[in-house]
């Protein structure tokens, strides 16, 4: 039975999984750090630099050592690339990629011996989806940067891992940016292939199954660099690796993009 409390931070803790996740760890007594847009302990855009650094400095002073680092801070855009505003796409990486990998940045500091850093990326890292790219392209960054930062920390007592779920139901399909503009080009297809409906709702993951997976993860001595979350997409990962990128990006066109 464990006794020592761990001082956990959530980036993105306030809602969806971040909130089910610290939940989880103050029921198991541990410290629990919210970064957040609505944080109840730091209030703040993971995409805003400078204050995140500060954020950091001051839980250091505040709480000491980190023994786990969780990013799920993150913010979804969708729309055809070319016609989506430059401060939306930038928006969507300041957040996602560069809110993630500072975090990291400024958490390693004041990381303790064995400590863990769990980033929560998506299954749309390994299967990018039409009208969502950008979102699907900050994920799989994020995915490398995850794969690169656990090398070359292999050599510490500090581990790393991603951590990809497919879709959940939580809020974070109605908060997404849904932008439906279009042209001749596409018609319809931009918003009838984004538009969340009760259908594709109902097929998402349940929170809780999520939750008690990545918790599980979390938990293991030692990680593999990588894991995916959701039984479709385990079989659909390891159908991409046997078929060449040309066919999967077919069948994932005829799934996705709707006329």
Do not use: W
């Not at 989806?129 to 070359?152: D, H, I, R």
């Amino acid at each position: 039975m464990r006794i020592e409390k761990r001082t956990v931070v959530i980036t993105g803790a306030s809602s969806g999984i971040g909130k089910g996740l610290k939940e989880r760890f103050e029921k198991k007594g541990d410290i629990v750090i919210d970064i957040s847009l609505d944080g109840k302990d730091y209030q703040c855009d993971v995409g805003d630099d400078a204050k995140l650094k500060a954020v950091f400095d001051d839980i250091y002073l505040n709480y000491g050592e980190i023994d786990i680092l969780i990013t799920c801070a993150g913010y979804g855009i969708s729309g055809a690339v070319e016609l989506l505003p430059e401060d939306a796409t930038r928006k969507q990486f300041d957040v996602n990629f560069f809110g993630t990998a500072n975090a990291c940045k400024y958490a390693l500091p004041i990381m303790k011996k064995k400590s863990k850093i769990v980033i929560i990326s998506s299954a749309t890292a390994l299967f990018p989806v039409p009208f969502k790219t950008y979102y699907c392209a900050s994920k799989a960054a994020v995915n490398s940067f995850a794969q690169g930062l656990k090398m070359e920390l292999s050599k510490t007592q500090i581990d790393v891992t991603s951590i990809c779920p497919g879709d959940i139901r939580t809020n974070f399909s109605q908060n997404r940016d849904k932008r439906y503009e279009t042209n001749e080009r596409y018609g319809k297809s931009v918003e009838l292939s984004t538009k969340p409906t009760e259908k594709t709702e109902k097929r998402r993951m349940d929170p809780n199954y999520a939750i008690n997976k990545i918790i599980k993860v979390i938990e293991k001595k030692k990680f593999k660099p990588q894991y995916i979350i959701g039984k479709q997409y385990h079989i659909f990962y390891a159908f991409k690796r046997l078929v060449t990128t040309n066919f999967l990006n077919k069948c994932i066109t005829k799934i996705f993009y709707k006329k």
